[in-house]
Structures are given as structure tokens and as C-alpha cells.
């Protein structure tokens, strides 16, 4: 039994919407050439994919907080909206008061 390489172990076995169909290609292609070659662009294979996923990640992240910026904005003008209610009740009050 031979061993996969690290690069299509990764790609294979990891969530392929991790990482661009194209760049799963790649390693499919990357894997079906001669050692020498192979082994000259393996390691520049992995950061590229590596950095894929980290991408992925942070884009991920971001989105997440751009959702809850708009929904903490929301709440916000909601509150602002109420408290400028209850501040023309209070002087409208006043004015009546007085």
C-alpha cells in the first residue's frame, strides 16, 4: 500500500467546499507528475492551499460580523427611534404642564 502525499491527503479527506474545485484539480494534476517535478511544487502546492482555507476562514468570520453589525444597527435605531418617541411624549407633556 503507498502512501498518499500530504497535499491530496488534505484536499481528499477535508471538506471540499473548503477549497476551490480548481485548486482540487490542481492536485489531482500535481499528483500525476514525475517525482522530481512533483516534489519541486508540493511544498509551494500546500501553502497555496493552506492559505485557501485561511482565506475561507476569515472571509467566513467577517461575514459573520457583518450580520451581526446589522442586526446590533437594527436594535440601534429601533432604541433611538423609541427614545425619540418617549422624549416628544415627555415634552409634549410639558408644555401641556406649564
Do not use: G
Request: hydrophobic letters at 35%.
Amino acid at each position: 500500500m503507498t502512501q498518499q502525499p500530504r497535499n491530496e491527503q488534505k484536499v481528499k479527506h477535508e471538506d471540499k467546499h473548503e477549497v476551490p474545485s480548481e485548486l482540487v484539480d490542481l492536485v489531482e494534476a500535481i499528483q500525476n507528475l514525475p517525482a522530481p517535478a512533483k516534489d519541486q511544487v508540493e511544498a509551494a502546492l500546500e501553502r497555496v492551499v493552506d492559505s485557501t482555507r485561511r482565506r475561507r476562514r476569515i472571509l467566513s468570520l467577517v461575514q459573520d460580523a457583518l450580520s451581526q453589525l446589522r442586526l446590533d444597527m437594527k436594535y440601534l435605531m429601533f432604541d433611538l427611534e423609541a427614545t425619540r418617541r418617549e422624549r416628544d411624549d415627555y415634552r409634549r407633556q410639558l408644555e401641556e404642564a406649564s
